[in-house]
């Protein structure tokens, strides 16, 4: 985020922001804001691909039932190894150690470095990971794994820092919710193909390691896409017309024109501000409840549930493409919502995140209770799907409070919820003793829903999507006079 390149503006009225906003719906319907989308969510899909692939494979690298036709099969020409299960959590886990570690570090990078040239740089080490992961763990056991998967959480940690910065440029505010709630439904995506894809190729002649390749090589093809036709601003894309960016840069209001600095940064406001730790909270709700279901389900509906690793992936799959196809109605509803100022936007964030955190709160619950087979999948779908309102939710919160620093804050966010990705699979290790046993899972997914009712409660009380004062250095500059003046009050 070195370069808002937004111009400094005066406050626009309403009366010319409808007539700003009439003129981008006839002349610039769709522009490369756009294919910056189509990039970024590509690029999550990618990322997707490559955090989500061990989630299936482990199931066929490290079988819990292995007297199957198909893993004596699959033993004579792929190597399975006889992990225990607190070795499966700590390989589960261990991406989301590198990712907590280096998600803070990767922001203030983005604030100093090209947004565009780090997400290549990040996802090129993240696909070159993933293409040796077989013949690393051919050679070396778990404990290298474990290594590379901790390498791929410290270089996927840039991927969303990079894409909210990239996008507090390229996304007009009443377009936000589509244009990046488009990106982030490149999780659901690349979830949904990594589990139906990798449940498919490990039961075939290729085994688990075709996933990695899969996986890894579909990164290096974004990479070089990206390289020639994406953007970190507005001012270095070769074929942007000035019409687009002039009612972009029109648009964003909140913004400086202004080379953000360190310096500048206001890391006391940030870190004191109750809003920012409010967008903190759910995040980590979501992520620990989201991943809970992702690393563990496909265990469960094999361990429990007794299906075989091909039915596993396509019945783990099944929440991911409800999720991405209610993901594209939900964000526009929401923005359609916004524009005509139904409700206030916080009100608006506060509704759209209680849809998702608090449906999958009751949804754990009762999952934790019921037996029959068919109901326990339809409630799995539609705990996952919910969970997609979020992104009209705390997800693009960011960009709300802060355009300026909206990498930063996701940064900053990032960094506390990938808690969730460590701690849930650990969690699920240290219960789960007899993978077989309902009552243990009841109480994994009771858990579940206190955790994602907790944060949701903290997001409803002290959450906002009002811009802070302290995203302006105009704001700044008059809030360090203000407390200047209120010092020498006090002293005088």
């Avoid at 906002?464 to 302290?470: K, L």
């Amino acid at each position: 985020m070195t370069n808002l390149d937004v111009k400094q503006t005066e406050p626009v009225n309403p009366q010319e922001m409808n007539s700003i906003q009439k003129a981008a719906d006839s002349s610039h319907g769709i522009g490369f804001r756009h294919l910056q989308s189509l990039l970024l969510f590509l690029c999550v899909v990618s990322g997707y691909l490559i955090r989500v692939n061990l989630s299936v494979t482990i199931v066929a690298m490290n079988p819990v039932i292995n007297s199957t036709d198909y893993f004596r099969e699959l033993a004579n020409h792929v190597p399975i190894f006889g992990w225990t299960n607190s070795m499966r959590s700590v390989l589960l886990s261990t991406f989301f150690v590198g990712y907590l570690v280096a998600n803070f570090p990767a922001s203030v990078l983005g604030c100093r470095f090209d947004n565009k040239t780090l997400l290549a740089c990040s996802m090129t080490v993240s696909s070159l990971l993933t293409l040796i992961s077989p013949p690393v763990v051919y050679a070396y056991g778990a404990p290298a794994l474990v290594a590379v998967r901790f390498a791929q959480g410290l270089s996927s940690a840039f991927m969303f820092p990079m894409v909210h910065g990239i996008m507090s440029k390229w996304a007009p505010p009443h377009e936000r919710g589509q244009l990046v709630g488009f990106i982030n439904s490149g999780i659901q995506l690349g979830t949904m193909v990594t589990m139906a894809v990798s449940g498919v190729l490990c039961s075939s002649s290729m085994g688990w390691p075709s996933v990695y390749y899969l996986s890894g090589a579909f990164g290096l093809a974004w990479t070089a896409i990206w390289l020639l036709l994406g953007s970190g601003s507005l001012s270095t894309h070769r074929f942007v017309s000035q019409a687009e960016k002039d009612y972009i840069q029109r648009s964003l209001t909140n913004t400086v024109n202004h080379d953000i600095r360190l310096s500048d940064t206001p890391w006391k406001s940030i870190f004191t501000s109750l809003p920012v730790w409010a967008t903190a909270l759910a995040h980590i709700g979501h992520n620990w409840g989201f991943w809970l279901l992702l690393t563990e389900m496909p265990t469960f509906i094999h361990t429990v549930l007794k299906f075989d690793i091909k039915d596993d992936g396509m019945l783990s799959s099944l929440p991911y493409l409800a999720m991405f196809l209610l993901q594209i109605p939900v964000t526009f509803i929401a923005d359609f919502l916004n524009k005509r100022e139904i409700t206030s936007l916080t009100v608006s964030r506060k509704i759209w995140n209680t849809i998702s955190t608090w449906g999958g709160t009751i949804g754990l619950v009762i999952l934790g209770y019921i037996e029959n087979t068919h109901l326990i999948i339809i409630l799995y779908v539609f705990i996952v799907a919910i969970g997609c309102t979020s992104n009209a939710g705390f997800n693009i919160n960011h960009m709300d409070l802060s355009p300026n620093y909206a990498g930063l804050l996701m940064g900053i966010t990032n960094t506390v919820a990938a808690s969730g990705g460590i701690i849930a699979p650990l969690f699920v290790g240290l219960v789960v003793d007899d993978q077989t046993s309902v009552a243990e899972w009841r109480i994994v997914f009771i858990s579940g829903a206190v955790v994602l009712f907790i944060t949701n409660l903290f997001f409803i009380i002290f959450g906002s999507a009002e811009t802070q004062p302290w995203n302006s250095l105009q704001n700044k500059d008059s809030l360090k006079m203000d407390n200047t003046k209120q010092d020498i009050e006090i002293v005088g």
